[in-house]
């Protein structure tokens, strides 16, 4: 049993009375405000998608290294595309166990670095297909979610909508976590980190593995059927001066099964000025220094540490 609240947005997604939206908005708040953790349940989507996206990223990753690294992130160029290997990427600063492909919305190549067309393996068409169906399907929920805090606020339930997510910036992930090496405790499929941006909506099978820092202590946020994990980032906790926590959390894939998590990252437009509100005294985890710029220039900064080599091409 998760020891994270399950709310259930339905009425954000249809014409429910105002006042089935504020209960639900009340119950966003008080979760931001506590860990910034949520399930969110009620989401309308449908579950023959997920199966389509879960079945052809296991068929990816089941690939020889050769073959997945055809589409390699390298390959993507300024766009920030592809597939990388276990450890490629860094989590304050130390190698990740796990291994992945990123996504982001399908567009031309243009000169804007973390835009462009995506890569996809030839060898699993079918994963394209429930791809651009997932982004275009979790953008609509994410929208919702946002009208949610919104209200939560105190704002008009349109306001991101209108605002900070008129073009929202939208990243993808798909996550491969092999087994964690028993006798190793330090090794992390993820370590400890927060988001970027304003939320995530994640995915995860049936494996768990997922861990959350609360106020009360490290907790599990183990899988629950039919919902997805919902966190805000550090640019809530910005707008909201910290009183709506950006919380760290970290993965480690303890279960002895290989498996695949697919974050969804829904931020403010890459041109949107970064909200000049300060955090909260103390409320920074980390000891990172304050930003303010555009969404774009911060997101960049956060793109150098997680791939070093990569940003250099940029």
Excluded at 61 to 74: H, N, V
Excluded at 198 to 224: K, S
Excluded at 229 to 234: A, H, T
């Amino acid at each position: 049993m998760s020891q994270l609240p399950v709310i259930d947005v339905a009425p954000l997604l249809a014409e429910a009375p105002a006042p089935a939206k504020r209960a639900v908005a009340a119950a966003i708040g008080a979760a931001c405000r506590d860990s910034g953790f949520f399930y969110v349940a009620g989401h309308g989507v449908r579950p023959e998608l997920l199966a389509r996206l879960d079945v052809a990223s296991r068929r990816f990753f089941a690939l020889p290294e050769e073959t997945k690294a055809e589409i390699s992130m390298d390959r993507g160029g300024k766009a920030w595309r592809g597939f990388f290997p276990v450890g490629a990427e860094l989590t304050s600063g130390r190698p990740d166990l796990k291994e992945g492909i990123y996504f982001g919305a399908e567009e031309p190549p243009g000169p804007l670095p973390l835009h462009g067309p995506n890569l996809f393996p030839a060898q699993v068409p079918e994963l394209r297909e429930a791809v651009l169906e997932y982004l275009d399907t979790m953008t609509a929920l994410a929208q919702s979610v946002m009208s949610g805090i919104a209200l939560s606020l105190g704002l008009d339930e349109g306001y991101f909508r209108t605002g900070y997510t008129a073009h929202p910036t939208v990243l993808f992930r798909i996550f491969h976590y092999p087994p964690a090496p028993p006798d190793d405790p330090g090794t992390w499929g993820v370590g400890e980190h927060t988001d970027y941006g304003l939320l995530t909506l994640l995915l995860q099978d049936a494996n768990g593995g997922l861990q959350v820092r609360t106020p009360r202590g490290w907790i599990e946020a183990p899988p629950l059927e039919n919902t997805f994990v919902c966190n805000i980032g550090d640019m809530l906790d910005k707008l909201t001066g910290g009183q709506y926590r950006s919380t760290p959390h970290r993965v480690r894939n303890r279960s002895g099964n290989e498996r695949i998590s697919f974050p969804f990252f829904f931020d403010p437009g890459w041109d949107s000025e970064v909200p000049p509100l300060p955090y909260a005294p103390g409320r920074r985890w980390d000891g990172q220094v304050d930003f303010t710029g555009t969404y774009g220039e911060y997101l960049l900064s956060k793109v150098s540490k997680v791939f070093p080599r990569l940003f250099e091409t940029l």
